[in-house]
């Protein structure tokens, strides 16, 4: 069983950057593969970026490409998720996830998820 937390949310400026944190609890952790979803008010949850269980394979969604980087320390049992040049489009609550797949973009294929934390970007 896999529990996941996330910190390192808060208020930026545009142009800014934050780092999110997403601790997992549970000697699984490097079995899993991990994910950010965000979802901004009035809209569906949405992927974002997502690391491989050894972290040798990531996928960013486009809108983030260049701007977002996850990464992963399994001796740590935490997922990072580096984000530089803040937009306020990128407002929104974040989510990490965990899924037993190798590495997944589809939020109903991940079992386990963060209670989310709040990024807000002011323009």
């Given at each position: 069983?896999?529990q996941?937390?996330?910190?390192?949310?808060?208020?930026v400026?545009?142009?800014?950057?934050?780092?999110?944190s997403c601790?997992?609890?549970?000697?699984?952790?490097?079995?899993?593969?991990?994910?950010?979803?965000?979802?901004?008010?009035?809209?569906?949850?949405?992927?974002?970026?997502?690391?491989?269980?050894?972290?040798?394979?990531?996928?960013?969604?486009?809108?983030?490409?260049?701007?977002f980087?996850?990464?992963?320390d399994?001796?740590?049992?935490?997922?990072?998720?580096?984000?530089?040049?803040?937009?306020?489009?990128?407002?929104?609550?974040?989510?990490?996830?965990?899924?037993?797949?190798?590495?997944?973009?589809?939020?109903?294929?991940?079992?386990?998820?963060?209670?989310?934390?709040?990024?807000?970007?002011?323009?």
């Amino acid at each position: 069983q896999v529990q996941l937390v996330e910190s390192g949310g808060g208020l930026v400026q545009a142009g800014g950057s934050l780092r999110l944190s997403c601790a997992a609890s549970g000697r699984t952790f490097s079995s899993y593969a991990m994910g950010w979803f965000r979802q901004a008010p009035g809209k569906e949850r949405e992927f974002v970026v997502a690391i491989s269980w050894t972290g040798d394979i990531t996928h960013y969604t486009n809108s983030v490409k260049g701007r977002f980087t996850i990464s992963r320390d399994n001796a740590k049992n935490t997922v990072y998720l580096q984000m530089n040049s803040l937009k306020p489009e990128d407002t929104a609550v974040y989510y990490c996830a965990a899924t037993k797949k190798r590495i997944a973009i589809a939020a109903g294929e991940y079992e386990k998820w963060g209670q989310g934390i709040q990024v807000t970007v002011s323009s």
